[in-house]
């Protein structure tokens, strides 16, 4: 199950170098998560501030 980031995301950009796949992007009010490249690891919510990032 991909993760997904809740509108708690607060943009500060802690997630997207630690996504080992690289499926975190900059969105126009938050960072998004491509489903189809999620890997379910975690490693986002791992180093969110706010638990933005979820399992969808």
């Known amino acids: 199950m991909a993760y997904f980031i809740h509108d708690t995301c607060i943009s500060c950009g802690a997630c ?13 009010d938050k960072y998004v998560i491509n489903p189809d490249e999620c890997i379910d690891c975690g490693a986002c919510n791992a180093v969110c501030p706010v638990d933005a990032p979820q399992p969808a």
Not at 16 to 28: A, L, M
């Open 16 to 28: 997207e170098p630690e996504c080992p796949v690289s499926c975190i992007s900059e969105g126009p």
